[in-house]
């Protein structure tokens, strides 16, 4: 079938913005007209969202503030609110810290502090980045993305970071580069695993990849913050992946390595129930999990029963057809 360009339903009227975030909105629009003359006034001045209170064992794990980050236009909503970081900050998986989804205090013992990211393989020019290169060499910019994850529950969260073409950009993938292959940091020392683990030869590092078309895509992301500061560990400090049309598995947190490679690279999930976990893996509501049917969702937030169902219709490729629909016809 031939793509047909439709703007998703939620980022159409403007009234799908909640109050708060228009109020929030027209006064950083204001701002940027006084301050910086009518060429830049499209474009809000600081990313931070109203402070929100948290509990002060969460706030503990919270990361710096990130000030001066301009927000995205593109992506100032996702029609629907904001997820409270007080639920996306404490509801995480990361299963080099445990099978459970509380696992934001043990994460704690991840190091991040020195990092560097080693981006090799099919490139004309290799590099390894500290967190600075990154952040110093790719421009910053807030998204409000949606996110959902494979087992049904979902969210709407503030992304601070660049996105994914950007760095091919500067490494230069060959024409032989057919897929990435991103690995996160492990350390058996520090990443107990899972406690249903122990029997099982999992296959870590936790690896994902993309297709470099994917991967070039406007939406893909590289996450360094999230809530206006920089990214909590159970969140996959100091840089994790965003691909927010595909299950939540795509996006591997913590990342120390990024390869171009010619074949698709055998990947964590996919490895341990290939039927379970296709390498493909976008939002697809008629397109059911064994274990989950994919037709609904249930969104983070006040009042949820973490095991409630779900009653919320679930979008194909998340809402982002606009954005990736042509890539899979
Ligand atoms: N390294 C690593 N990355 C990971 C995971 C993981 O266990 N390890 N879990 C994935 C899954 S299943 C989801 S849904 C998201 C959860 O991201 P969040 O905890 O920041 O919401 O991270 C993904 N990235
Ligand atoms: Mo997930």
Redesign the pocket.
């Known amino acids: 079938m031939p793509f047909i360009h439709t703007p998703p339903s939620w980022q159409l009227p403007e009234k799908l913005i909640t109050p708060e975030l228009a109020f929030m909105n027209r006064r950083r629009f204001m701002k940027a007209l006084i301050g910086a003359g009518a060429g830049a006034a499209t474009v809000g001045l600081t990313a931070c969202q109203p402070p929100e209170a948290v509990d002060p064992e969460l706030e503990k794990t919270l990361g710096q503030p990130l000030s001066g980050i301009e927000r995205n236009p593109n992506f100032l909503n996702a029609g629907r609110d904001l997820t409270k970081q007080t639920y996306?900050s404490r509801?995480?998986?990361?299963?080099?810290y445990g099978g459970t989804k509380t696992i934001w205090p043990i994460a704690q013992n991840l190091p991040t502090d020195p990092w560097t990211v080693e981006v090799s393989g099919l490139v004309k020019n290799p590099q390894t980045y500290d967190l600075d290169d990154l952040t110093q060499r790719f421009p910053l910019e807030e998204r409000i993305y949606r996110?959902r994850?494979?087992?049904a529950w979902a969210?709407v969260v503030p992304w601070i970071g660049f996105p994914m073409k950007r760095l091919m950009e500067a490494v230069e993938p060959t024409s032989q580069a057919k897929f990435v292959r991103f690995t996160?940091f492990y350390d058996a020392e520090v990443c107990p695993g899972p406690a249903w683990g122990f029997a099982l030869n999992l296959p870590w590092p936790?690896v994902?990849g993309l297709t470099v078309e994917e991967m070039a895509n406007d939406l893909a992301f590289f996450a360094v913050g999230i809530y206006g500061r920089t990214l909590p560990k159970?969140?996959?400090a100091p840089i994790?992946m965003v691909v927010p049309w595909k299950?939540?598995?795509k996006?591997?947190?913590?990342i120390v390595k990024i390869e171009f490679v010619a074949e698709q690279p055998a990947t964590?999930w996919n490895t341990i129930s290939p039927n379970e976990y296709a390498f493909e893996a976008n939002v697809e509501p008629e397109v059911p999990h064994p274990r989950w049917s994919q037709s609904k969702e249930r969104l983070l937030g006040e009042g949820t029963n973490p095991y409630a169902w779900e009653t919320q219709p679930t979008v194909i490729y998340n809402g982002y057809g606009e954005y990736v629909a042509s890539l899979y016809t």
């Open positions: 996306a509801y995480n998986n990361f299963y080099e996110f994850c494979v087992e969210m996160s936790y994902e159970q969140h996959g994790r299950y939540g598995f996006g591997a947190k913590s964590y």
